[in-house]
Each structure stands twice: as structure tokens, then as C-alpha cells.
């Protein structure tokens, strides 16, 4: 019994292995019903590219995500945190929204400080043929150069004199 037990997981073991090192299947295609795809951590900065998106939009502490077919999106972050681009920047430990190529809808989980206070992101559109991106809080906007969010940046633990702490 003590055998048959390790031989499943090592089969099991195989298998996970052979789905993460395979360009051809993912884990999209193990999907069953649920129109909800798991992934991890370390594939979101990936994906984001694919629609149109920077690496360095999210921060590097992504615990897990989850995409569906309509592009509803959750991202969870091992904790809340700041990260200062031109504005400093507050993500939620949850992030959810609406993707499509080179846009983001009914963002929530993200704030950037304005003066004295925080504004809620609720949506992010790319302008592939000015390199910004145009994010939107309400009905206003704000543009910044796509460049600065090219490099996925470290989640820092709080925010003081426009600076934050690394965890």
C-alpha cells in the first residue's frame, strides 16, 4: 500500500511537472467547466504582454491569479503593499477587474496618492502608438510612459515620506 501511494505521487509529480514544462499545454487546457482558469504566481507578469499590458504593472508579490473566458481576472498579493512610480501606488491584497487586449475595466484593489489623498484606479488602457498608459480614476484620466512599468517592481510594506519599506 506504502508503495502504490508513492508511486501516484510521483506520477502525480511527472505529470505537474511535464504541464509546466510543456509550451503546448497549459493548465487552460485542463479546464473543465468552471470558465475559471488557476494559475500561478510567477505566470501573471507573463500574460500580462499578451494583452498588451507591461511585466511591471503588478508587483512581484502575486501569490496566485485566476483568468476567466469573459477576462473577469482576481490577482492575489501575499499581502497588501506600495510601490512608487510617478505616484506611489497602493495595491490591495485582492485586484480584480475586466481584461481585454490593451484595457482593463471595473479595476478595484489598486489606489495612487494625489496630493493628500488616495484616488481608486478603476480603469488602465494602453496607447500602444504613444508607449502610455492611460489610467483612469471615475471619469478622469492620467497618462504615463509605458516605459516605467516595463520592470516588475518590489512590494514594499508602508508608505512614508514618499518612500516605502521593503518587506
Known amino acids: 500500500m506504502a508503495r502504490s501511494s508513492s508511486l501516484l505521487s510521483l506520477i502525480v509529480t511527472l505529470f505537474v511537472s511535464f504541464l509546466s514544462s510543456s509550451p503546448s499545454l497549459s493548465i487552460r487546457s485542463l479546464e473543465l467547466n468552471s470558465g475559471v482558469v488557476p494559475s500561478i504566481a510567477s505566470d501573471v507578469h507573463d500574460l500580462l504582454p499578451k494583452y498588451g499590458f507591461p511585466r511591471g504593472l503588478i508587483p512581484d508579490s502575486v501569490k496566485s491569479y485566476n483568468l476567466s473566458d469573459n477576462g473577469s481576472f482576481v490577482i492575489q498579493l501575499d499581502r ?16 480584480k477587474g475586466k481584461i481585454s487586449y490593451g484595457s482593463a475595466s471595473g479595476v478595484s484593489g489598486i489606489q495612487a496618492k494625489k496630493l493628500f489623498i488616495w484616488v481608486s484606479v478603476t480603469g488602465i488602457k494602453v496607447e500602444s502608438s504613444s508607449g502610455m498608459i492611460e489610467f483612469y480614476v471615475g471619469a478622469l484620466s492620467e497618462k504615463l ?23
Open 145 to 167: 510612459p509605458a516605459k516605467q512599468f516595463e520592470e516588475v517592481p518590489q512590494c514594499k510594506s508602508k508608505a512614508s515620506n514618499g518612500e516605502a519599506a521593503t518587506i
Open 80 to 95: 497588501p503593499c506600495y510601490v512608487h512610480f510617478d505616484e506611489l501606488v497602493y495595491y490591495d491584497r485582492k485586484i
